[in-house]
């Protein structure tokens, strides 16, 4: 059965942490849709680190370029849940080598 991204969005929103990851898939491949879907998500403590997996597999699915962009700019951003070394192990995933993120540079 098909899923429409708002139902995997609202099954993954409401899933138990343990849980949530096996919607990630559901939703990264409406590709950048879903990205859009779930950036806004990487401010919530919560659902940040989840965010940046469906992120990163949307990008492994053929939404590098975008994928990408999303996560660079999550390095920075203060208010981005996930910690940065997450992200920049994600853009690493994608083949895309980070530098240091501001708050790790010496």
Partial sequence: ??????????AARTADPSERIQFRDAIATHGQAGIDAVTP????PSLG?????????????????TAVNVLREAL???TVAMGRGDVAMLLHK??????????YRR
């Fill in 94 to 103: 994608l083949g895309y080598s980070a530098p240091k993120p501001a708050a």
């Fill in 49 to 65: 680190y989840f965010a940046g997996q469906v992120i990163w597999k949307a990008g492994d699915l053929g939404e590098r370029d």
């Fill in 76 to 78: 920075d951003d203060p």
């Fill in 41 to 44: 998500w990487l401010a919530d």
């Fill in 1 to 10: 059965m098909d899923v429409t991204l708002e139902q995997a969005l609202q």
